[in-house]
């Protein structure tokens, strides 16, 4: 078995008052066994309905879906296995933790739906509390939580099931900040613990790059790019990918040729070689550099600006945020973003000289 | 961006329900309501055109029509109908606007005993009311007429309770709690930073109320105007008690005389059914009008959010007698009523209240009401009756309100509109209509017996039940669903174990709602009225048309003391889940 979960050119109509409105135009996704597999788009793109396709909470128009190799849907087949017959678990963005029942009743559900008694439930509940860290919870009602302790429940009560697939809608958007990148924290361990598939959805790509082994990045109801968190930041075959993950400055280009280090473009802020993508530099038409990976100094006077890469120019405006400095500039009648650590600081109106690594220059096609 | 509305985690849910298990109970809602709703409307048309009047006789004729709709009392008819109707309507909005604004949002002292005063009328069944009043008002001897004559000398009597007027008043008055009840949410959920907002734009009380706060009101007082129109339209109990007996008719006991009463002895179904259809059609489209104001009064209401204090309006001097006010209403439509019919239910003929008459005080009409057997019977009829109904209205409306709001089965929109329709249906007509059905269809043999006032009350019922379930439903965030069946849950236990105890509190209220106005209805019960399944207020009824109204106080006694006690709880039950 190459894949846990195997979606295959997924269609998903809308009817609308005047013709349809396609949300999913044919996606295709391979998640290996283990995988901690991510959707990343903005809102609107399909994520969500995707993984709803593959609970089995709505039926697509179309395409296939396998998971753990037994079809649970097929639109040719006419085959659509019911979501409480999936090997699934699932955690809402609104957890969904029901107010009538006690955090124990709640976690228990799964299990007595799959018509299981006796100690072993008690067990099994006891453990999955256990491991998302509410252990003493048990007969604590449902309705007396805070979000934090909710959002561990609906964990507890998707783990506790020990299905074959974990799916993860928005799980962390209702929390505040510092919550949030403490349960990202924990959520990656735990999946780590338990080994299970993961599909999980998010429009935040900073929780994405962070939790994720590999991202698909979506846009109007399609698989945009699809590649592991470094790939998809450094190596983006596409400007959406680009400018979704991070932040993301591109420049027009135009194709000089290859040279040793990678392929020479001409840019609005004069020629620089490019060594991500090089290979497709005759087709290359825009450049993309991220701020943080432009180092900037202080032009040493009367120096001439020389060397590969090396661009002068002027500070405009200096945004002090503490850990980052970032840095407006005007180089070759354009202007652009730098970051850099506070470890020193420039001045506005100061000259300075701008070093752009080759291997963080970006070249995309058409 | 626009693509943002078609994200289906915030639209309706698009569940497989197919699959899921849920196509039974679909098919099953679909088929009750057809056989509870269509067929007997039908079976109404067809009846019309038969020479006969009967559904199953042959023959085809439009004379039924003509005769119908060229006799000048016909539109006689339709006038007093839509008079009384319009009357009552507008008495009871009067009032009722009054009321919620004073409760709501005014510093009126005691407001909860006023809130209590206000809703308690509704134990007090519209025959019965109608009875009290006639005591207190009728020409020759009424109380009020003889105090008043007694003390100014009056030579004729000032109020005749037998006229299109008196019959608005006492309509009025039962109709109050039903507009308090609709409107006082409206005041209430009212965000006071729309008129705080208004107030810091400069402009004065005046300006407030007639540009902020009457339109943020108008689709909650229109919703309950069409209400209350359709309520006048249909009722029977009052025309009934009141109206018949001196020839004026409206609508609902023009149907009943000539079902019942008919001067050539037998009923004449083609003229009633004729006649029907005109009203039919005219009340089903009230009926929408009603659902389009209350939904643009829900989306009004539901946009503010909660935990605010209503801003509450300064009576000073006005502050006590705002609430004599209030306790007038309640003289009116409760004090007043009961006391006459406890003083009537214990004298042995009916004779007015004075000091000479104590001496004939006596409880032969309340222990014949204990031992007589009809009156057990009757008791028994009533209570099985409204068990069953509210039992049943219960469940069919939880499971419509699921299908309606949460499911994606095909004709759910239909299952919306058959599961509303018989609130625009009068009682009589669904009577009739049943009639017709139970005479016809001979695999179901229940004509004449309990089980076709049970129907009955089910079609009547299920408009507000379903749409008492529906507010709920909304309320139930389609994920808790959606977590029990990923959860690995079915459908039914998804129902059983998420749905149905989260709808809980809205089924007991819905209950115990159905329970006290199956109590208390009179008119389908008496279109099919056999010799064996009269309920109390058709043995009331029965009694009071029979010249003996001592008895039939002292039933409504026993009657009122139990709906009280039911609309006790269902106020219970309502608040805590407002709560």
Request: net charge neutral.
């Amino acid at each position: 078995m190459d894949s846990m979960l195997a979606v295959r050119d997924l269609v998903m109509d809308y009817p609308l008052d005047r013709g349809v409105h396609r949300a999913l135009k044919g996606i295709d996704l391979d998640v290996r066994p283990g995988e901690f597999f991510t959707l990343l788009g903005p809102s609107g793109c399909g994520k969500t309905t995707t993984l709803r396709s593959v609970a089995g909470l709505e039926v697509p128009t179309g395409g296939s879906i396998a998971i753990a190799g037994q079809t649970v849907f097929s639109a040719e087949g006419g085959r659509v296995v019911p979501a409480n017959k999936r090997d699934i678990s699932m955690v809402f963005q609104s957890y969904a933790i029901w107010p009538h029942m006690s955090v124990g009743e709640n976690v228990a559900f799964p299990l007595k739906a799959m018509r299981q008694a006796g100690p072993q439930v008690r067990q099994r509940v006891a453990l999955a509390l256990e491991m998302v860290g509410l252990g003493d919870y048990l007969d604590r009602p449902a309705t007396q939580l805070s979000g934090g302790q909710q959002q561990r429940v609906a964990l507890a009560r998707a783990i506790v099931k020990d299905a074959k697939l974990l799916l993860l809608d928005e799980p962390l958007s209702n929390l505040d900040a510092k919550l949030r990148e403490q349960m990202r924290v924990e959520l990656r361990d735990l999946q780590s613990r338990l080994g299970t598939t993961t599909l999980y959805v998010t429009h935040d790509q900073e929780e994405a790059l962070s939790l994720s082994d590999r991202i698909a990045v979506m846009k109007d109801g399609e698989v945009v790019e699809l590649g592991t968190p470094q790939e998809l930041y450094l190596r983006p075959r596409h400007r959406f990918t680009a400018q979704f993950i991070g932040q993301a400055q591109v420049f027009p280009c135009t194709p000089l040729g290859a040279n040793g280090a990678g392929y020479r473009v001409d840019t609005p802020l004069g020629q620089l070689t490019a060594g991500v993508n090089a290979d497709q530099g005759d087709r290359a038409s825009h450049l993309v550099i991220r701020p943080e990976h432009i180092q900037v100094e202080p032009a040493a006077p009367g120096e001439a600006t020389s060397g590969d890469n090396i661009v002068a120019g002027e500070v405009v405006a200096v945004s002090f945020s503490g850990k980052l400095v970032e840095y407006r500039i005007r180089a070759a009648g354009t202007e652009l973003l730098v970051q850099n650590l506070s470890t020193s600081l420039i001045q506005a109106g100061d000259a300075v000289s701008l070093r752009i690594p080759v291997e963080r220059c970006v070249l995309l096609g058409g | 961006m626009a693509t943002t509305v078609l994200e289906p985690t915030r639209a309706a849910p698009r569940s497989n329900w197919r699959q899921s298990g849920a196509w039974m109970p679909v098919l099953g809602v679909g088929a009750l309501l057809v056989w509870l709703v269509v067929v007997p409307l039908i079976l109404l048309l067809i009846s019309s055109v038969r020479p006969t009047g009967f559904p199953t006789d042959p023959g085809f004729t439009l004379q039924h029509y003509v005769d119908t709709y060229t006799d000048r009392r016909f539109w006689e008819l339709a006038g007093n109908t839509a008079i009384f109707a319009v009357g009552s309507t507008l008495f009871a909005l009067l009032i009722g606007i009054t009321l919620a604004w004073l409760v709501e949002r005014t510093d009126m002292p005691l407001k909860g005993l006023v809130r209590t005063m206000i809703i308690l009328p509704m134990a007090t069944p519209p025959v019965l009311l109608a009875i009290a009043w006639v005591m207190l008002l009728s020409p020759r001897t009424g109380e009020i007429n003889a105090l008043l004559s007694a003390l100014f000398g009056f030579e004729d009597a000032v109020f005749n309770i037998y006229s299109l007027t008196g019959m608005i008043f006492v309509e009025g008055l039962s109709l109050v709690p039903s507009t308090f009840l609709i409107l006082s949410p409206a005041f209430r959920n009212m965000d006071p930073s729309l008129e705080e907002a208004a107030m810091v734009s400069g402009a004065g009380i005046g300006t407030l109320l007639r540009r902020v706060v009457l339109p943020l009101l108008t689709p909650a007082i229109l919703a309950a105007g069409v209400f209350l129109l359709i309520v006048g339209f249909v009722v029977f109990d009052i025309p009934g008690a009141i109206g018949l007996p001196a020839g004026i008719f409206t609508l609902s006991s023009r149907i009943y005389y000539l079902a019942h009463e008919n001067p050539t002895g037998l009923p004449d179904f083609g003229q009633i059914s004729a006649m029907a259809i005109f009203f039919l059609g005219g009340l089903i489209l009230m009926a929408f009008g009603y659902q389009h104001y209350t939904r643009r009064a829900s989306r009004f209401t539901t946009i503010t959010g909660k935990g605010f204090r209503p801003r509450s309006f300064k009576l000073r001097g006005w502050r006590w007698p705002a609430f004599a006010g209030a306790a007038f209403y309640f003289t009116l439509a409760v004090l007043a009523p009961l006391a006459i019919l406890l003083w009537t239910s214990f004298m042995p003929y009916q004779t007015g209240i004075s000091a000479d008459a104590v001496g004939l005080l006596t409880t032969d009409n309340h222990e014949t009401f204990f031992s007589n057997r009809f009156a057990v019977r009757a008791t028994t009829n009533s209570v099985t009756i409204a068990l069953v109904a509210a039992t049943v209205v219960a469940l069919v409306s939880l499971l419509v309100s699921w299908i309606v709001v949460k499911s994606k089965a095909p004709g759910r929109k239909v299952i919306d509109i058959l599961s509303f329709m018989p609130l625009a249906i009068p009682g009589v007509l669904i009577g009739l209509a049943l009639i017709y059905v139970y005479l016809t269809v001979n695999f179901l043999p229940i004509y004449g017996s309990i089980w076709i006032i049970v129907i009955a009350y089910i079609t009547t019922y299920l408009s507000f039940g379903s749409r008492t379930t529906h507010g709920v439903m909304l309320q139930i965030h389609n994920d808790l669903e959606d977590a029990a069946r990923t959860s690995g849950a079915g459908w039914g236990r998804t129902m059983r174990r998420i749905v149905v105890p989260l709808a809980a509190p809205a089924i007991a209220a819905v209950w115990v709602w159905v329970l006290a106005h199956c109590m208390r209805e009179l008119s389908s019960a008496l279109m099919l009225q056999g010799r064996t399944n009269e309920t109390l207020p058709v043995l009331l009824y029965g009694y009071w048309t029979g010249g003996e109204p001592n008895k039939a106080a002292a039933v409504g006694v026993w009657l009122i003391l139990a709906l009280l006690i039911v609309v006790g709880v269902w106020q219970f039950l309502t608040r805590r889940r407002e709560a």
